[in-house]
Every structure is written in structure tokens, then in C-alpha cells.
């Protein structure tokens, strides 16, 4: 149960690092985007 417990909590924070990162690279893209279009 330990060892379920802590896969678990290990793919929860590589999701959530997985998450922030595509979110950071897709601001940097719409922030490109604008310039382009402005």
C-alpha cells in the first residue's frame, strides 16, 4: 500500500509539471501569435 501510495503522489506531480509546462509553452505561443497579428 506504501509503494501504491507513493507511484501515485510520483504521477501526480509529473502530471501537475507536465500541466505547468504546456501551459508556460502555449503563453509563449499565444503571446507570439498576438505580436504577429498586432
Known amino acids: 500500500m506504501k509503494n ?3 507511484i ?3 504521477i501526480v506531480i ?3 509539471l ?3 509546462f ?3 509553452f502555449n503563453k ?3 503571446q507570439k501569435l498576438l505580436l ?3
Open 4 to 6: 501504491k501510495k507513493k
Open 8 to 10: 501515485i503522489g510520483f
Open 14 to 16: 509529473v502530471f501537475i
Open 18 to 20: 507536465a500541466v505547468n
Open 22 to 24: 504546456v501551459s508556460n
Open 28 to 30: 509563449r505561443k499565444f
Open 36 to 38: 504577429l497579428v498586432s
